[in-house]
């Protein structure tokens, strides 16, 4: 549809580009401005009526209506007028005027009168950037059934959108929105946010189209690859021998074994080029050595900003820090990014830039180790290809327990013993340092007890610049790890046996999960301890219960709106008003199946 430049200026002050998204504003309360000759009990309705009389008090004002549609009389009460109001109320002017008129034994009283301009409509109030009028009179403008259906939005889902803005009398009894209402603004929601999706996602032609059999590969593995990494790789195999440049996300739990899907892939890819980006030099250098012993017929480099400039072009697989960002690059026809969550979008697509030879690009492979709801997933699909890796290699050990204060000493025995046992134990504190609207201990509190009753204590955080070296003592010669939940996502700590996360309800469970995963990565039995000041929660006793990464996601969206968590922690990061990802599943198959993605 067209829009004037002042229309379209509206649009960008809602934020909003399109008038489904305008639907979807919706308004918040309505004023009936029709004129009834009946009075609506704890209903504000509209008098056509002429002042009889005016009384200024010190703090308020009465005025004396003649209701001419009621036949009767009713008494208004202005509280704290402001000066206009004064204007507004003259004796044996007749106007309209608004409010929820109150009878008692024959006596009316309206309190609040507002004056009205025109009567006969019901009039929808909003609250958004734009003033409710003007708000108003754009939605009659471009809110029609005609400029909807152009969007492909279906007559019925357009019927119950378009009841919301202009409703009728039926619609107005109704106390709740009925099923079909909100079934239609969940659609809409959806429609609009995945063809916007879909909108943006750019298809260009491909450096390479060839992937090579990764069976001699995998004969060659000390194990065997589990289903999960086998369809991952075969998903990838197949954006390979496309002409289209592949995006695709491949999403595993910690410890689903994602680094052989990443070697898999550059294997594929060979005689081509590969680059792998990751987020850390710990995490760049583990890569490093892990390809060295997969792929031991490639020429593998490594770039941090700790490795001398070299000619790149030699290598097949380069493999680095952002500081591949600042390096010339060889072109490359496949690209990949570990822990992509801990990039600027901006990053990956610099890298993506890099490599790429005009209009041709990159496959370009994205690994993320946090697990999202199947119904996230779906959505997402819409711009770009997800593969799930939803079991890990071995099923890890760890036992997972809600700790109180009066557990404490028999914590202490605990972790003497495990590191009598040459193994680790990371505390994870909820600030680093104290605070008085707290009930928990910060690090700078609770440092000086361990440091004086163990040894091999390291201490880290966010914001330490150290903490990389700090980490890599620690998994040499550490006992005891004290640090924030920002420690370090991918790193392997073989000897990690034990975490005890303290305040453990403050956080998300994906955050609990992500820390819990750092335990056992090897096999040996973990634990993890949820010490916490609540004598009860049921949202830490399920988890305890719930190993894999998507069941955690899902369990995360059942008490997404249980007090459990603190404000100001992101829990689902959900964009949208009406859609809840528990419960809209078939919603999002049906949009995807209409708009034909
Ligand atoms: P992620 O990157 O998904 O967190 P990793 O790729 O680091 O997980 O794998 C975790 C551990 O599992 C590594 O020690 C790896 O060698 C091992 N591993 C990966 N795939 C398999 C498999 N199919 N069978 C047994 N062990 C595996
Ligand atoms: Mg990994």
Redesign the pocket.
């Known amino acids: 549809m067209h829009l004037t430049k002042e229309q379209e200026a509206k649009f960008k002050k809602l934020g909003i580009s399109s008038v489904i998204e305008l639907a979807l504003q919706v308004p918040h309360s309505y004023e009936d401005y029709r004129i009834h000759e009946k009075l609506l009990p704890q209903k504000a309705q509209l008098i056509d009526a002429t002042i009889e009389s005016v009384y200024k008090a010190p703090n308020s004002i009465q005025i004396t209506f003649f209701a001419h549609n009621l036949g009767h009389t009713v008494q208004g009460v202005l509280f704290r007028p402001k000066p206009y109001m004064l204007h507004q109320f003259q004796v044996g002017a007749r106007d309209y005027y608004y409010g929820i008129i109150d009878c008692k034994q024959g006596h009316c009283s309206m309190s609040m009168p507002k004056k009205v301009s025109k009567a006969g409509a019901i009039v929808p109030k909003y609250k958004t950037a734009l003033r409710s009028d003007v708000m108003q009179r754009l939605v009659q403008n471009c809110l029609t059934r005609e400029n909807l259906l152009v969007e492909k939005l279906s007559e019925d889902v357009v019927a119950e959108l378009l009841k919301l803005h202009f409703p009728n009398d039926e619609f107005l009894q109704g106390k709740e929105m009925s099923e079909k209402t909100l079934w239609a603004l969940k659609y809409a929601e959806l429609f609009s946010y995945m063809k916007m999706l879909a909108g943006k996602r750019r298809y260009f032609k491909a450096l390479s189209s060839q992937a090579k059999e990764y069976a001699p590969w995998s004969r060659t593995l000390p194990?065997?690859?589990?289903d999960a990494?086998i369809k991952a790789i075969e998903d990838i195999r197949q954006d390979m021998h496309k002409d289209v440049a592949a995006k695709r996300m491949v999403v595993?739990?910690?410890?689903?074994?994602?680094?052989?899907v990443i070697l898999a892939a550059a294997y594929m890819n060979m005689p081509n080029r590969s680059v792998l980006m990751a987020p850390t030099t710990i995490l760049a250098n583990q890569l490093f050595e892990e390809a060295h012993k997969y792929l031991p017929r490639a020429k593998i480099a490594l770039v941090t900003n700790k490795t001398k400039k070299t000619d790149l072009s030699q290598y097949d697989f380069i493999i680095g820090t952002h500081a591949l960002l600042y390096r010339e690059l060889p072109q490359a026809s496949l690209i990949m990014v570990d822990e992509q969550h801990r990039f600027g979008t901006a990053q990956r697509n610099m890298l993506e830039k890099l490599v790429a030879q005009q209009e041709l690009k990159p496959h370009f492979i994205q690994f993320s180790?946090t697990p999202i709801p199947r119904t996230q997933a779906m959505i997402e699909s819409a711009h770009i290809d997800v593969s799930l890796i939803t079991t890990t290699?071995?099923s890890k050990d760890i036992d997972s327990k809600v700790i109180h204060k009066n557990d404490f000493k028999s914590l202490l025995l605990h972790v003497k013993a495990e590191i009598a046992k040459n193994n680790q134990v990371l505390l994870v504190y909820p600030l680093v340092e104290q605070s008085e609207a707290f009930d928990y201990q910060s690090i700078d509190e609770a440092r000086g007890y361990w440091e004086k009753n163990f040894g091999n204590v390291y201490v880290t955080h966010g914001k330490d610049k150290d903490k990389e070296r700090v980490l890599l003592d620690f998994r040499e010669y550490g006992d005891i790890l004290i640090a924030t939940t920002v420690v370090e996502v991918?790193i392997?700590l073989p000897r990690l046996s034990t975490v005890v996360i303290v305040g453990a309800e403050r956080l998300g469970l994906s955050t609990l999960h992500q820390l819990r995963g750092r335990v056992s990565?090897?096999g040996l039995k973990g634990y993890c301890y949820l010490y916490t000041n609540k004598s009860k929660s049921e949202r830490l006793d399920e988890f305890i219960y719930t190993k894999s990464g998507f069941d955690i996601a899902n369990l995360d969206l059942k008490f997404r709106k249980s007090g459990d968590l603190l404000k100001g922690i992101s829990q689902s990061g959900s964009q949208f008003k009406w859609v809840d990802f528990a419960e809209d599943e078939n919603i999002v198959k049906e949009v995807k199946k209409d708009l034909g993605i």
């Open positions: 194990f065997t690859l589990t990494q595993g739990d910690v410890g689903s074994g994602k680094t052989m180790a290699p071995f991918g392997s990565r090897t």
